[in-house]
């Protein structure tokens, strides 16, 4: 029986526990006692009764059960290949699986004469539509056969026990139903766990993100040592050519450093200028209708996707630059169509938006009798601007500064398009450079093999960005914290 | 008292005005100004510009330039040999395009004869008439004889230079079209034969090497298969997470740390996501690479950051007074929270939750890594078949280097900046309809 059709039923069961349940509980209530919980929360005490034990069983023989399956073909495979190299004996463990599900496909006249060499199976299976690889071997068949027979009885177990799991915990749910019986209560715990459960997701997550990059970046140092890495000024990992052990590329991160800092570094150049004026104006000068109708156009640019950025580079700015520039030599153009400049120009009017809401938001906190008092003593506007209100902001503009560069240098789409490939060190501007988040794109897309360092690099760039990216993230919330404090 | 003021104005009366340099000071005022005008203007200018650039190379995508052609579906090219009726596969492997082919040169009035005229047709017409004349005799094989009126597309070259793309004061050896075939679209043209349609194709369409025959149908199903999975599970997790921080949680260690995470993971890199589900969801859990319901997990992480503070804040905005009187009339905390609290919250919930799903529209990175970046033609009937999202496509499309392929990614940039304002609008009408001030 299939894990979702279980699921189904227990489910079946726990609503008509709730129906029962309630309709017991208000043919209960006589008049005589003061019932403590309202009749459905007896009936939903009874469903998840019965519902939670019997899911969390199954949950947890699933993942038992495959790990089961797991260690039980490896232990049937013959002791020449258990002997070979681990790799080895995982491919063999795969193959032995997708046959097993494939063979799952076949009617069962087929399976009670199961013929035992591969060559006569494969095209019964291939009729099913199934694509099997051609090194599976035939001592695979019956192996499959007897994984096939050991899953189906993990799955009767499975099924019997959580649906009878679920029968008991509904009879135990609906015999304790009494006019004084705590239901709401228990009901209610319940949902405070789930709620509980719900917010520690994000805790989660972020053990997930460090762990699965730790653990495939280990496996990288494990194969290049870690001066190679972080002092490396060559970036050349070559392609993980079959065979070749894959030792021989250098993975210098040095290049793709110094490409995602310069080009971050124009960004800020073009973001921090416009997006603080902008703030400053709407804030200070605009008048209310000039304010409602400009500052959601600033936003609109905001919510276009990185992509639609990158494409403008790639296709309009990049070609327009190198056109420029063209005409200016009269020939040969000094800027190349995928270079520094055009993807910070780009990356930096994306940044706009998210100077410009911070800093306005900064700027709209700093107390109302600085401002006035400035004023008061005869400076102009501007001056009370660049002498009052943005020293007096500047800690928190200098948070969103922080917040605003760690954006720059983990955005990946438009320096995908727009900044190029090649890992140069370069302190031209006009020239193509690369970034870390380019490199991970590339590593990454194609066909992979996961034990190679041309692909395990991929997370040493992750994690590297990650804890970059961390530091300026928590140091920049501090500050706009303290700052936001400071004027409370 | 007095003789203070009194000798103050004496001498006030004698000095001259002290010059502080108003004249400067206002100069610099208004130079200020004018940066702060200059600054919106310049992002202002910038997003018009990206704008016009992209809908202006990527409204003619919506066109589509079709011949419609008398096709004879002549049994001597379909089954020469007579053996269909025991041989399925000959109505498969038929030779289709000579039947497009054979309709066009007695449209023209060519000589059937004359092989260096037939040889110019050769990219005229779509190799896509293959398929599509095979599905016609599929569908009803008794067509075979007959002769009918079918839409047949014209090949991506052609369909450029109908629509006026290609240049035809380049010499000819330098363009894709030759001046006979520039000749026979103006006649056909003329006739009425050739010409546009909206391009339908466009959107049902999946990936596919002839520009002509690729569209977003794939990638729109991946993308929706992805945002119905960020909503049923972004949703009722963000929420549930915010209303224990908000309502349940008390001050401690713990929920600090819960607090310092969710901040910091709505400003990680939506790439590191991307490792996060390879490394996780693919490597580890052994789900299927090219997955939207893969894509929809990593975009669920994602989002559930800004759906959790928008939520916070929303909850927030509910004020005191409500929960007091909830609690006064003996609703325990629970009920307080679900009946009361959370469906004048819900406004402000509904516009995050939109926002969030905009935003993970149109993210394109974290998808790249987990295998979206496929070439797939066929639906995808579960979400666990391989597909690819909307911006994915916009991506591959960007990396082709045919000029009738840019014309398609600015098509699809078009319909996915649509859906994005659409999703927009629509917060902005819930927000403006239903928020309550306080």
Redesign the interface.
Known sequence: MSFLLVFAIVLAIGLVAFVVGRQRARAQDDGTVKPHSRAHYHGWWAFLTGVVPAVLFLAAWDTGASAYLDSHIHASLPADVADGTVAHEDLAAGLVKSLASGMRRLDSQTLAALPQSFAELQPMLAAKGVALAPDTKDYMIPIAADANRVSDRLDTIAAVVSIGLALIGVGFGLSRISPRARA?NNV?KV??W??????????L??I??VL??L??TIAFFEKIPLTNFFFGTVWDPRFAAAGSGGAEGQFGLIPLLAGTLYIAFVALLVAV??????A???SE?AAPKVRAV?KP??E??A??????????A???LGPFLRDISAALTGGTPFIQAQSILTAGLVMG?ML??VVSSLSDDIITAVPRAMRDGSLGLGA????T??RVILPAALPGIVGAIL?TA??A?????IV??AAGVAANLTLNPFEAMTTI?VK??NQ??GDLE?NTPQTLV??AL?IT??AL??VM??VA?YIVRKYREQYE | MTDISLDTLATSVARPRRDIGLKKRYAAERRFRLYGVLAIAIGLAFLAVMLTSIVSKGYTAFWQTTVTLPINFDEKIIDPSNKRATDPNVLITANYPKLAEAALIEKLGIDPNDKAQVRKLKGFLSDSSRVQLRAIVAADPSVIGTTRNVDILAAANLDSAFKGQIDLDVPESRRKVSDQQVEWMNKLKAEGVMAEHFNTGLFSYGASSRPETSGVGVALIGSFYMMVIVLLLALPIGVAASIYLEEFAKKSRFTDLIEVNINNLAAVPSIVFGLLGLAVFINFLGLPRSASFVGGLVLTLMTLPTIIIATRAALAAVPPSIRSAALGLGASKMQMVFQHILPLAAPGILTGTIIGLARALGETAPLLLIGMVAFVADYPKTPFDPATALPVQIYMWANEAERAFVERMSGAIIILLLFLMAMNIVAIVLRRRFERRW
Do not use: D, W
């Open positions: 709401r209610e949902m405070l789930s709620l509980l459960g719900a917010s520690t997701l994000a805790i997550t972020t997930g993100i699965s990059m653990f495939q200028p416009i997006g603080l004026m902008s400053v104006y709407m000068y400009v156009a600033l609109l640019l919510g276009i996707p990185t992509i639609v950025y990158g494409i403008f790639l296709v309009t009017v706009i938006p102009t506007r501007s001056e601007i660049k917040l760690s954006r240098i983990g955005e990946t789409m995908v398009l988040t991970i794109v990454l897309t996961f991929a997370f992750g960005l990650f990216t961390l993230n928590i919330l």
